[in-house]
């Protein structure tokens, strides 16, 4: 694992109903490892910029132009409700509107801010979560400074996210190791973000 390994956690899907104010996710990042470089947005679309095919295999050797194997994609959610009623949200091309928002699903509806306030995605190396196992185990405490990658994950109850975000309620957010199994995350005290 170590090295090679990104996370890069997109958290989504409030439903259109509730999220339909909110401007559309604009959030973008590069999963940049080994020798791929795919676009991955935070409006459930995914290898593209909105304009181009940004999904990059192999990597172009200096003075090369990148070329994209892919031009988009996304991700598509369907199923019944109780009453046996098809639902999807299935994103294209935004060309009209958006499925997808970014952030927890919640019951109550969603403002704008809740929307602008996730959009954005959270990314922790392999690499860095091993580091931190192995001081963790070494002394059953950890010593070494924490990485804002694992200090600051999305996950139950964290304090320390991002000031945006806030305090972070107990529930169900990005997975992780809970060593203490209390369901709410402190790395200070071993917990860690899982791959
Ligand atoms: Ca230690
Ligand atoms: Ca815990």
């Not at 999963?31 to 470089?37: A, E, G, M, W």
């Not at 299935?90 to 509107?97: E, L, V, W």
């Not at 070494?138 to 994950?153: A, M, V, Y």
Request: aromatic share 10%; charged share 15%; net charge negative.
């Amino acid at each position: 694992m170590k090295n090679v390994l990104v996370l890069l956690m997109v958290t989504i899907f409030n439903c259109y109903l509730e999220a339909q104010t909110c401007a559309e996710s604009t959030a973008q990042i590069d999963l940049d490892i080994n020798n791929v470089s795919a676009r991955l947005l935070a409006g459930g679309d995914l290898w593209w910029d909105l304009s181009d095919g940004k999904y990059i295999a192999p990597k172009p050797l200096p003075g090369e132009n990148p070329v994209s194997a892919i031009f988009a994609g996304a991700i598509w959610i369907g199923g019944t409700d109780n009453a046996g009623n098809l639902k999807l949200a299935a994103q294209s091309y935004r060309q009209t509107g958006s499925d997808f928002w970014p952030g927890p699903i919640i019951n109550n509806p969603v403002t704008p801010f809740e929307c602008i306030k996730w959009d954005r995605h959270f990314s922790v190396l392999g690499a860095e979560i091993s580091a931190f196992i192995d001081d963790y185990n070494d002394n059953g405490t950890i010593n070494d400074p924490i990485p804002n990658s694992i200090l600051k994950w999305p996950a139950s109850g964290n304090p320390k996210t991002f000031p945006v975000l806030g305090p972070l309620p107990i529930r169900d957010l990005a997975p992780f190791n809970d060593q203490n199994s209390n369901g709410i995350y402190e790395p200070t005290l071993g917990d860690h973000p899982i791959l």
